[in-house]
């Protein structure tokens, strides 16, 4: 990787290659792992349903909880946002539509770039704006550990390199487009084995904490 070229081309290729594999394999396995626990039999008698219980704690969960929104209001309309503009610009980037198509053979219509590239920097800025809550307030601070700044830094460096890349605010481009790339591939690394991984348990976490305080007659 003698060039900006060839540090492009291995991105685009082996690199990305590499961070697929250990990005499927270990969802996988975090999945399996969450299913092998099973659940232990409940001999009791049920005294209401888990389904309908199930999907109001999904939908009622997923909903901003009142009490916390008074109490931290930024903290739950910045996630919001944070959230929300991170997977726009993750899935209605057409650059980013045609990378899936290419993957596993899905496309959907995309959004116009000067759209994308707005919502890139609102979500910036809100990222930035949740680090610092995160360090100047106490009780914030006091509960986050390495694995917390290590989640936000790679969600941040896509969103920041994709925002330099699509302005080719470093030259020359090839460089700038790499190491967006390579910062998506150790987001698709770190992804399984931090945190980040709620983002495909929380329907499962969330409907089952439902779902049994159903079936005790107790609202979740």
């Known amino acids: 990787m003698s060039t900006p070229v060839d540090f492009l081309l291995w991105v685009r290729g082996p690199g990305f290659d590499i961070a697929l594999a250990v990005f499927i394999i270990g969802i996988l396995i975090r999945l399996l792992e969450m299913l092998m626990l099973g659940r232990k039999p409940d001999y009791a008698e049920p005294r209401g349903a888990e389904l ?7 939908l009622t969960r997923t909903l901003p909880e009142q009490g916390t929104f008074k109490r931290s209001p930024f903290t739950v309309v910045g996630g919001y946002i944070w959230h929300i503009g991170f997977f726009i610009s993750l899935l209605f980037f057409v650059p980013h539509i045609e990378l899936i198509d290419a993957v596993i053979g899905l496309s959907w219509p995309g959004i116009a770039g000067n759209l994308i590239d707005a919502v890139a920097a609102v979500t910036l800025v809100t990222l930035i704006a949740m680090l610092f809550s995160r360090l100047t307030h106490p009780v914030k601070r006091l509960l986050s550990g390495p694995e917390d700044y290590l989640s936000w830094l790679v969600t ?27 910062s998506v591939e150790i987001l698709m690394v770190v992804f399984p084995f931090t945190k980040l991984m709620h ?22």
């Not at 309908?52 to 999904?58: M, Y």
């Not at 925002?163 to 605010?169: F, I, T």
């Open 156 to 182: 941040f460096l896509p969103i920041l390199t994709g925002y330099l890349a699509y302005h080719r605010m470093i030259e020359p481009y090839p460089l700038v487009l790499g190491l967006h790339i390579l």
């Open 52 to 58: 309908g219980a199930g999907l109001r704690t999904l």
């Open 199 to 220: 983002a495909f348990t929380f329907i499962m976490a969330r409907w089952y904490n439902g779902a049994m305080a159903g079936r005790r007659g107790v609202q979740s």
